[in-house]
């Protein structure tokens, strides 16, 4: 039981990382949205944060949250990334520089989500070459012993037979 704990931690945060990598590219796409329409980063995440996905709701949500509360918005963000995890850094970070440099967002974030698609597209592609190898052993282990039996066994018994009636 105890061995199964640290395995199953690990693939809590596994999938949770997995989950944020799937819908940044949608956060990003929102706040795109929000901020070429003409609403600010704060007002545009304000808008969208009942649409995002759910791990990034959640963050967002409690960046406002700070935000409302009179923390500086590029702080609040520096918040969410913190638990949001690695994936995220690159946007947030394009986030946090527009924010207190006042440079445009929008084409910062087109370029984001073209990043965020393009590794989302990229760990697919790794998980699909480790599909292969996950079915090594069941290939072995079920379907070869059966491929056997089918049809190595009958040849076999046949000729057995042949050779006994000569």
């Known amino acids: 039981m105890l061995v199964c704990l640290p395995r199953a931690g690990r693939r809590q945060r596994r999938d949770r990382d997995d989950a944020i990598t799937r819908s940044l590219p949608e956060l990003i796409d ?24 759910h791990p990034c709701d959640e963050a967002i949500g409690r960046a406002l949250e700070r935000s409302g ?21 690159y946007v947030f970070s394009v986030l946090i520089a527009a924010e207190r440099d006042g440079a445009p967002v929008a084409p910062a974030l087109h370029r984001a989500s073209d990043e965020a698609r393009r590794r989302r597209r990229t760990r697919a592609e790794e998980r699909v070459r480790r599909v292969p190898v996950l079915m090594l052993f069941p290939l072995v282990s079920c379907i070869l012993p059966a491929f056997a039996l089918l049809t190595v066994v009958p040849l076999l018994v046949g000729t057995l037979r042949d050779l006994q009636l000569r």
């Not at 995440?45 to 996905?53: D, G, H, Q, R, T």
């Not at 702080?75 to 638990?83: I, P, Q, V, W």
Request: aromatic residues 4%; proline residues 7%.
């Open 30 to 53: 929102l706040l795109s949205l929000g901020v070429t329409a003409g609403l600010t980063l704060r007002q545009a995440a304000e808008a969208v944060v009942s649409w995002l996905p």
């Open 69 to 89: 509360r009179g923390e500086p918005w590029a702080d609040a963000l520096c918040g969410a990334t913190r638990e949001l995890g690695p994936s995220t850094q």
